[in-house]
């Protein structure tokens, strides 16, 4: 493990966290206020940006995995996501901002509720013959297990 290269105010902690995309895993220490409970934090406010200190990076397409630049790559992600938490925090906390959000997000959803609600319904039964696939799947196999053991 390397050595910290952050320090903490008192009301901070750092915690371990592996955050992954579809072809890149990135891992490193997640500075937070104390009173943030990490699992809020992940799934709410660190959805464009995750402040990582000592981050470290895999790819996992062949052709990225030695790329030569990860760790500046890493530097590059790390002290954006300081200048973006910076700016977003004090954008976002402003109560016009989160009104005219609001206002813009209801008129989307309104405007466009009849694509939304038969997109979640084609997920919805592409869900229900992917767990079909998957119980035939299931059965075929214990037919065959149990046609090898008799």
Known sequence: MSEKQYTLAPDEKAT????????????????????VRLSSFLTTLAEDFVPFHNVKI???????????????????????SLAARSFLGRLLQNPLVMF???????YSV??????????????????????????????DIVAETRESDA
Not at 110 to 137: C, M, P, T, W
């Open 58 to 80: 895999l790819f996992l397409a062949p052709a990225q995995q030695m790329a030569k630049g990860a760790a500046a790559t890493g530097a590059v992600v790390s002290a954006s």
């Open 16 to 35: 371990q966290v592996m955050v992954g995309t579809a072809d890149t895993l990135f891992w490193g220490a997640l500075v937070t206020k104390e009173q």
């Open 100 to 106: 005219g959000i609001g206002i813009a997000v209801g």
């Open 110 to 139: 309104h405007k466009y509720r009849k694509e939304i609600i038969g997109a979640a319904n084609r997920v919805a039964e592409k869900g229900k013959d992917f767990v079909l696939q998957q119980r035939e799947s299931l059965e």
